[in-house]
């Protein structure tokens, strides 16, 4: 452990905004304000490229309104970026860095962020500039490694989990079949929280695909139709990044312009192409009449008003600790281990080395996932439950004895 430079300090926002990244923002500024090492803490105006173009303002100065305001609004108050740096392009981050002094370097992002801030870091050590440099753990897909969960899924989640309550009750007063695409490209964490909101036994959905397990579309109807005979209707949760058993995803099948991100990945929530290609599936197969469907897209990164409480803590704690720890360590990644379930749930913040979170990114365990491939199990009620909190209830008098 050596002593923590006199210094400046910068932070950005990357990648998809959430519902708590702001709440993980407001904890940088907050905790920063209490040290003296920190002299400046630049915002970074979206993320990286705002770095590189030297776009800062000056975030110790912010009112304690503001700040408590930024805390509980969603989406990226800093703006963001989709740049993915290479080692050309974290140089010249370093380079605005030397340039300003700035020797800590808050990262809020997922896995690419993490890789970011870890470029940059080995570049300072090779010339022996101090650096110390975190990432703050954030997506909505609950995807990264180490860490239990991530800051923004349980927002995220409750939003889901509420949406498909409303949708599950509009279904049951005009039935028919309901398809709804959720984000998710390589993880189902996201689309597996429509099934939090399920009161009673015949609640949709009634089936949630994963993009963990490959699907058919011989499959797909199959149990469309064996549901639809069950119940009269069907809701269906379905992640955007399900794949043929050939592992192309069906958007990629359906989608005949291919456009792809800064990451090179074919672009996935940005068009109903999947919604409307599974409905008239079910249309063609099934004969069903009323068939709808939508596509959430960006709808559950920066709902507002709607964050769930446990979340939000959580973020800003990560933001807070994030600087303790910069104070003591060299470099890391904030992550959280879960310390207990239930009424007792809580967790327990810690610092990780940022390649361990780098680049890679975790699917949901098979244990989550029920044999068929078309649910969830208790396993997964039980894990993502305390991350949205409490949810509402609904009611339905259809199933009250006929007189």
Request: net charge neutral.
């Amino acid at each position: 452990m050596s002593d923590a430079p006199k210094a400046n300090a910068a932070v950005g926002q990357s990648g998809g905004p959430t519902g708590v990244i702001n709440a993980s923002l407001a904890g940088v500024i907050e905790e920063v304000c209490k040290h003296s090492e920190i002299k400046n803490l630049y915002g970074a105006v979206h993320a990286v490229e705002g770095i590189v173009k030297e776009q800062f303002i000056d975030l110790k100065n912010i009112s304690i309104n503001d700040l408590e305001g930024i805390a509980s609004c969603s989406s990226s108050a800093l703006g963001s970026s989709r740049d993915k740096p290479d080692e050309k392009y974290c140089h010249k981050i370093f380079e605005a860095f030397k340039k300003r002094n700035i020797r800590y370097f808050f990262y809020i992002g997922g896995n690419d962020s993490a890789n970011t801030a870890h470029i940059v870091n080995l570049m300072a050590a090779e010339v022996g500039y101090e650096m110390r440099a975190f990432h703050i753990p954030k997506t909505i897909d609950n995807d990264l490694l180490v860490t239990d969960h991530c800051p923004g899924y349980g927002t995220a989640a409750k939003f889901v989990a509420c949406a498909l309550m409303g949708d599950d009750l509009d279904n049951r007063a005009l039935p028919g079949v309901k398809i709804d695409v959720i984000m998710g490209r390589n993880a189902g964490f996201l689309t597996a929280a429509a099934a939090l909101g399920k009161q009673r036994d015949d609640d949709g959905p009634h089936l949630i695909y994963m993009p963990e397990k490959s699907l058919t579309m011989e499959q797909f109807c199959a149990d469309v139709d064996a549901v639809y005979k069950k119940h009269g209707r069907c809701v269906i949760a379905v992640s955007e990044g399900i794949t043929d058993i050939d592992s192309e995803t069906w958007t990629q099948k359906v989608v005949k312009t291919k456009e792809k991100d800064a990451h090179g990945n074919v672009q996935l929530s940005g068009t109903g192409a999947l919604a409307d290609f599974l409905s008239d599936q079910v249309k063609k197969t099934l004969k069903i009449k009323r068939v709808r469907a939508d596509t959430f897209g960006y709808l559950q990164r920066s709902f507002v008003g709607f964050q769930s409480q446990v979340d939000v803590d959580e973020a800003r704690a990560c933001g807070r600790e994030a600087v303790k720890f910069s104070l003591s360590e060299q470099s890391g990644s904030v992550a959280m281990k879960r310390t207990g379930e239930g009424n007792k749930y809580g967790v327990e913040i810690f610092c990780t080395e940022l390649r361990n979170v780098a680049e890679g990114t975790k699917s949901m365990p098979a244990e989550y996932i029920n044999k068929d491939g078309n649910g969830v199990t208790d396993a997964f009620i039980k894990y993502a439950s305390p991350l949205t909190g409490e949810l509402p209830k609904t009611y339905y008098l259809g199933n009250y004895p006929k007189v």
